[in-house]
């Protein structure tokens, strides 16, 4: 730029922010840990995550307040997920005891 001006990307900034952290769990028995991660602030139920490698499938979202100084805050964010083929093979067996 010949003016010596430097222009700055907005959408950078907010991609940063528009992420929060997540403790994402396994539900399938037993439940498991898999760990904290960051992921777009509306991910909620149905949506596919990548952690480790492996697809996963959001069947859940808790949010856990805390009390502090007579308000409550938001503590931390879980993701209850299954492995996207555990969500398949559960489907079908419930369509089998359907019928």
């Known amino acids: ?9 907005q959408k950078e900034n907010r991609r ?4 929060e952290v997540y403790h994402v769990r396994e ?3 037993p439940p498991k840990d898999l760990g904290v991660y960051r992921f777009p ?9 990548h952690v480790r490698g492996n697809e996963y499938l ?7 307040y805390q009390l502090k100084k007579g308000r409550y805050v938001q503590d931390t964010v ?6 996207t083929g555990r969500y398949f ?4 067996l419930d ?4 019928e």
């Open 41 to 49: 602030k509306n991910t909620q139920c149905g949506e596919l995550i």
């Open 27 to 29: 539900i399938t028995p």
């Open 95 to 98: 369509k089998l005891l359907q």
């Open 78 to 83: 879980r993701l209850d997920v299954q492995g």
């Open 16 to 19: 940063k922010d528009s992420q």
């Open 1 to 9: 730029n010949s003016f010596g001006l430097k222009v700055k990307c």
């Open 58 to 64: 959001v069947s859940g979202v808790t949010y856990r």
């Open 89 to 92: 093979l559960n489907l079908m």
